[in-house]
């Protein structure tokens, strides 16, 4: 089996699409069988000024959907097959492998989880830095400069606390709302009026547009009224 990765040179620098190692999973890791990848926000700027990148050739990228293809020896919650997404860690690691630009890029099963069939690879493969991300802020410790939140669930009963989401249409923005509502919490939300439907389908209790002059007044008052 070969693999084949999207390599970055240097700062600044054009992806080179060339062959790569294919990975073996460590303990505790996976690898998959990539049938989509997102791009966020944040490779391209890596890409342009070499943020975070600790070797060089690297491997950018976050996002993985795809097919278990091995599995560490002490993984137990996957096989080789399964339907999944997964944050890849290469930044964290520095290692190649670990990055999500590659026909087979590897993870830890920490950071994996299934993908449902009425899930596309595509519609999957946006979710997990969004996920990620949001998760951070809502449940790492106060202590840590984070919310605190209690984890969410299918049943959640109401905290009494109240979040405000500015950006409710943005991938973190959405799964934030969703994530919040199922810890109890009431969302308010912004987002540009034509957005207005989706940002409320999330469960956000009331969502305000942020190109008003009148936004601050209107999310103070709208914090008040709950």
């Known amino acids: 089996m ?33 049938h989509a990848l997102a791009i966020n926000p944040v490779d391209w700027k890596i890409q342009d000024y070499g943020f975070f990148v600790q070797n060089w050739p690297a491997v950018l990228g976050e996002d993985i959907a795809g097919e278990i293809y091995e599995v560490g020896s002490n993984v137990t919650r996957f096989k080789k097959g399964d339907r999944v997404i997964a944050h890849a860690h290469g930044l964290v690691t520095g290692d190649p492998k670990d990055g999500s630009l590659q026909l087979y890029p590897r993870a830890f099963a ?21 996920i990620n991300t949001a998760a951070d802020g809502l449940y790492k410790g106060r202590e840590e400069g984070f919310l605190g939140l209690e984890l969410p669930t299918l049943t959640p009963t109401a905290s ?67």
């Open 160 to 226: 009494g606390k109240t979040l405000v989401v500015y950006g409710g249409s943005s991938s973190v923005g959405a799964i934030a709302i969703q994530l919040a509502v199922a810890s109890g919490a009431t969302v308010i939300a912004t987002a540009s009026s034509h957005n207005h439907d989706f940002v409320a389908g999330l469960g956000a209790s009331k969502v305000l547009d942020y190109k008003k002059s009148s936004i601050v007044d209107d999310v103070v008052d709208a914090v008040k009224s709950t």
């Open 110 to 130: 920490k950071n994996t989880t299934k993908l449902p069939d009425s899930i596309s690879f595509t519609e999957g493969s946006v979710l997990p830095l969004a």
């Open 2 to 34: 070969s693999n084949q990765a999207a390599w970055l040179d240097g700062k600044g620098k054009d992806l080179r699409v060339a062959d790569a190692e294919l990975p073996s999973p460590g303990a505790d890791q996976v690898v998959i069988k990539a």
